[in-house]
């Protein structure tokens, strides 16, 4: 392993726990990844992803080959385990991700900041769509957990469902601030912003 520190990120981590799991080969991380419903937490559309994030992963000593498996009809596959080296990195990565927020740079509140550049009335049109695509995301994901799994297997659900639940409730303020007029803009206010603040 480099004696700089492993580049943290979601997917290596993922990666990092289902190996901590047992070995396995990239194609059954990726299956797992989408059954757990963890798609929902890191990027693996792209089968490519995976195997990228793992090469780096064993570049860095935190994972390695270890054999080959082939199952009837399949090519023969190199299944990975992680190293002492990763156990101990991917629980540093837990404990130094747990406690600090990060920097994140999510599109929302970027699209948030240029509302300006819209009409009052769209703006409100486009949240409004956007409330009914948050409230089909919580119903999923309610109904998504299998019967009898234990609460800490769900606890990322459970995040996600509140983080979104409480962006509905701020987004239909928001829209209710926009449809009442208590929330309005035209060019001249944002000329005079401008020329005051800008």
Known sequence: M????????????VLLALLAEAPM?????QQMIK????????NVAQRNS??????????????????????????????????????????????DMLPT???EFPEFPAALAFLPILEPAEVRTLLERRIVALREKVAQ??????????????????????????ELAWLGALVDDLASGRLSWDENLILETLAKFG
């Open 2 to 13: 480099s004696s700089a520190e492993p580049r943290r990120s979601t997917l290596a981590m």
């Open 25 to 29: 080969h990239p194609y059954r991380m």
């Open 35 to 42: 059954e757990r419903g963890q798609d929902q937490l890191v």
């Open 50 to 95: 995976v195997y990228q994030a793992l090469d780096r992963l064993v570049r860095e000593g935190l994972a390695r080959p270890g054999g080959t498996t082939r199952e009837a009809g399949r090519p023969e596959r190199t299944v990975y385990e992680i190293t002492d080296a990763g156990a101990t990195t991917l629980r540093r990565w837990l404990t």
């Open 101 to 103: 927020p990060a920097r």
């Open 141 to 166: 994901m309610r109904g998504q957990a299998p019967p009898g799994l234990p609460r800490l297997f769900l606890i990322e659900d459970e995040y996600r469902a509140a983080m979104l639940s409480a």
